[in-house]
């Protein structure tokens, strides 16, 4: 049976991870991140293998030609294995943003920003699934940052990056201080759900809770703004109950003196394992000169993903939009 190109380098990075686990003692997604320097250097930087292992690794690696895969091949293989190690250390917040949910961002992302060449944001990367799923299929000249606190999963989103040879600025750092980076012309962001623990920092922010700590996903949201250029498009991937909560109204405030709604799409339930976990992607603009709101905003409730007739319906109303709205 032919085995699939993302069969082949999934077994790659998976058997060579094993190896380095075990030698270094190590998780396995440390063993991934390793496993993929390798590669993308064409030596093995670590030093401290027995000579059987480094011979081992070395006739692994050079039965692969990377530059024979493309992006996505080497982009889903990476991302199953980065998802096998998931499963050993079953963090919730170390969860992936499926593709189904990507290729529709990197869509509306394409929609929306008429410019050729852009740049990209995406304050909570992750391990860069979403980004760079994004980068793979819209059809523009882009540039990207991504910025996160966890380190281990910056590496894996740099090494990501680096094999799809896409150019991507990494920063390992809390999303809600200062960033030293440039405006961007939009960002795209999976929301951490969750409260923020340092009271002291979220303070500098508009959306700050009166009480207590602040939603951590209201502190992104606000942050994102700062760092977009007037007139740049947000796509948050939010909670659907993002304004029912009890800090609701100073989001609601906030958004409504800077930013201007273009559309929610809602996902279908049935990509979520209980309806509370749902979620939409929510499409704002940031206010600006001669920056007008549309004439009504783009309302979908989206069937499954996997639904090709109810699809194409979809994209044909959204297409629609677009006309009518940003013609």
Partial sequence: MKVSPVEQLFTLFNETSLRLQEELECSFLEALAETGENLFHGSILQEELSELTTKWLKKQYEEI???QYSNEEIRKAFQLAILKGMKELSQPNHQMTPDSIGMLA???VGKFMKEPSIRLLDPAVGTGNLLLTILNYIDKKAEAVGVDIDDLLIKLAYINANLQQQPVQFFNQDSIEPLFIELADAVIADLPV?????????SDYEVKADEGHTY???LFIEQSVRYTKPGGYLFFIIPNGLFESDQASKLHDYMKEHLLIQGILQLPLSMFKNKNAAKSIFIVQKKGDGIKPPKQALLVD???LSNKAEMDNILVKIDKWFKENKG
């Avoid at 969750?194 to 979220?202: C, E, F, K, M, T």
Wanted: glycine share 4%.
């Fill in 65 to 67: 030609r990377m530059d």
């Fill in 106 to 108: 990197a869509y509306l």
């Fill in 194 to 202: 969750g409260y923020y623990p340092n009271d002291v920092r979220a």
């Fill in 216 to 218: 951590a996903h209201h």
């Fill in 302 to 304: 989206l069937p499954s």
